[in-house]
């Protein structure tokens, strides 16, 4: 037996290798976005996105101040991606402008650069994202979780055919303040 042929247990295994061929061929394209895997250039964009108070204002952190911080992120992003591609960077013209889709089993998130909102782009992105969930996973359903004062992503997740599963109180304090949650549901077709 030679050591590190796929199929003969050593470091390469054929499921691996094959999760590394998924993981390149995984891009998705709509009319204005590339949804494709995260890459260690996209640093210095994401870290715009997650150091941004306008855009982490309803995240479960806070704005990363330091670029260690995204870089850590980023490097969990990569990993994650190259097992399972759920979670895509949005590009827009050669530059990451937002992230989203599965972060979790059967849970979708996303965030999206300010000088990029409102202007139907994460619609586009999530709809996308969630027709390559449905054929790619065994999801029952996809949940989502926001903050009740977040009006964008409730519309956003309403639009997507999300439907309101229940609320809860003081689910996440960030920065010594509590947040609430809206919990959104949307059924496998």
Known sequence: MQKGR????????????????????TTLITARLTLRSPRPGDLDDLHAIYGDGRAMR????????????????????????ADQPTYFIWDHSGRAIGAGGMHA?????????????RKGLAREAMSA?????????????LTADTDPRNAASIGLLAALGFVEAGRARNT??????????????????
């Not at 796929?6 to 061929?25: D, E, H, W, Y």
């Not at 995204?70 to 990993?79: E, K, P, W």
């Not at 609430?180 to 496998?188: E, G, K, P, V």
């Open 6 to 25: 796929p199929g003969n247990g050593g470091p390469f295994s054929l499921r691996q290798a094959v999760s590394k061929l998924a993981c390149r061929m």
């Open 58 to 81: 309803y995240w479960s952190s806070l704005p990363h101040g330091e670029l260690d911080t995204t870089r850590a992120m980023l490097d969990t992003m990569i990993a994650a991606f």
């Open 105 to 117: 089993p059967w849970e979708v998130g996303f965030i999206l650069h300010p000088d990029h909102w």
């Open 172 to 189: 996440f304090v960030v920065g010594g303040e509590w947040s609430d949650s809206i919990y959104f549901a949307l059924a496998r077709p």
């Open 129 to 141: 994202i969630i027709l390559h969930l449905w054929a790619t996973t065994r999801a029952p359903a």
